[in-house]
């Protein structure tokens, strides 16, 4: 008898020192939301008419190489860009100083321009230290290091006016060389082609640039005259690099439009207030919840209580390990499970009350209470915790947050309700041998 | 303490009453979504401009709306934030926000911030109202087929009318009050089913404890008994959740408050509809019904 209360204290304990190590110190470990820490949200679509279905899709991937490229000239911390659907892009940009600029940048067309690389010792000289030329210009170009990180390293000297822009490409796609290697292929129109072999014939041995939106993506080796308008761009590419690259010599022939359906700027103070608020609210409501139980179930409040602090602390625990994100309705759904919480538990002790009442003793009261109430707080939580779940799963944004919250806090609930205050309940009543109950 | 002793109250009886009354309110709701069409819904469902301004002193409304009306974008509308005259919601027609921002700079200079702004384009929209849409069929369907595999068909149909009256006379008083459905309402409304149908679950399995026990087909006094029962437990979690909203609502601040408001009339009307609709219409069917019940 006396092992297995050990064990249960055990596992208690246990869970408590996980979630605290968890979500402390909450600063750092708890994810917020956009809506609360200000920034922008934006969802663009790409324009579908005339395009057949089975290439939208790699039209949002070219699409998406686009804007990662220009979120990484932002210098966002911890950016979210990804696909939603077929033909979406979601972005979520914490913390923007500028909003109404990134959006500017983010909308925009995207320009792939091909500018020749200028060997001059002098002019580069000169314009490393400052002085960039008339009809030039000094751009980096970005490589990955060994760590898949990219990296600005050395900058270029370029002639500002491009030999070609994106718009006579007609694709681009990974093959291979002699060696086995990987290589990208680039074929042009008629009219990229004629312009191509006159600026090939013209630059043998110089290096040509491929920028995309002023960002040197590649700068290849002109080797000879290429006629027709299928280059190929070799180098020790790895796969990865490969595409990468065929990848952003698609975007610049990208034959559709991004348009922003969706966008939301949330100022940094607008955030701060929210989250001050929501805090304070939440608090104050937990606080008079603990309060009543007390006042109303006196010891059995006590207990209550406990069972309720340890189910937030589960939550921001559980909402930290999987790095879920914190939204203002996420914590307005932490507030309401406080309240929701405590319904197990005044399920069991007015159940108690009730066989109390019929004439049991304490021990078998307790007992049936428990038991008795088990079928309605099942029914009763997975009912719930199907809504919390549908929230979270078709939710949007924010409301996800709150789905989160409440699924995880309906979790939690039935460990702390039932399984918490069961085993502090039979433990007291075996070892004070209570002979009268008051609840 | 104990503030609910042992109850006895007729519910079932005057069941006729409170069909009635719920569908007044919801009569009376109709009307006012026709009449306002569009306005009813914030611009994540319908499409449009949103911003929130602060002006750093006290300005004219009336002069915030005619510099606006100035830019002749059609309809938009202004709501005051808090009661300090500083902090206020345009909601404007399709890209106009821009506009609109730049005639305020010439009118009143660098006085103002923008804390935030939304622009929803309509092929937005109505991908999230269709997302809305789905969430609620989705969420009613699982609880649907939960109840019919726990309890029985007719107390899961019970359930989810219960749950379908607490979102239309919730959104019917919402409307009354000029108040918009946007996605925190939403959000809100899913809230109010989990809680209502939590709520109705609680007196259905006590009506399913006590059936089993007492094998009657008086189902009248059979539901009286449970929901008399369950009484006090029903009014005990109301209170605490209701607590923990009010606070929500008064302390909550601007963006906590229509939210709020809205779990405030789900959890009055969830608790309600357990009774006097989702217990009401299985004991109306139980009685028509010539098959006995068997749970």
Redesign the interface.
Known sequence: MKTQFYIKFGIIIAVIGICFYLFYPPEKKLKKGLDLQGGIHVVLEIEKEKIEEKSISDLTERALEIIRNRVDALGVTEPVIQKEGTNRIIIDLPGVKNPEKAIDIIGKTALLEFKLVIDDENLYKQALEGNVPEGYELLYLKEKDERGIYRETQPLLLKSQPELTGKYIVDAYVGYDRTGFPDVNLVLDKEGAKIFEEVTEKNIGKRLAIVLDGVIKSAPQIRERIPEGKAVITGKFTMDEARELAIVLRSGALPAKLNIIYQEVIGPSLGKESVQKGFKASLYGAIIVLIFMIFYYLYFGLLADFALTLNILILLGIVAGIKGVLTLPGIAGIALTCGMAVDANILIFERIREELKAGKSPKASVDAGFHRAWAAIIDSNITTLITGLVLFIFGEGVIKGFGLTLSIGIIANLFTAVFVTKVIVDWIIINRKIERLRI | ???IKTTNFNFMGKRKFFYFFSLLIIIFGIPFMIIRGEKNFGVDFVGGDLI?I?FNQKIDVANLRKTIAQENIGSFTVQELGTEGKNYIIRLPQKTSDLVLERLKNNFGENF?????????P??SIS?RK?AI??FL??LI??LI??TI?FEFKFAVGAVVALFHDILVVLSILVMTGKQID??V??AL??I???S???T??V???I??NARKTRTTDYIALFNKSIN??L??TI??G??????????F????E??HT??FC?LLGIVFGTYSSIFIASAIVVDWLKRSSVRLKI
Do not use: H, Q
């Open positions: 303490m104990e503030l929130n602060e911030i923008i804390k935030g702004k939304s622009i929803i384009s092929s937005m999230l997302k789905k969430a989705i969420g699982g609880i939960y109840l726990r996605g925190m939403i959000a899913l809230t089913i989990g809680y149908v939590n709520d679950v609680v259905f399995d006590r399913r404890e029962e369950t006090s437990r005990l979690t209170l605490t959740t209701i607590f923990v909203v009010l606070c929500l008064f302390f909550g601040g963006s906590l939210f709020s779990l």
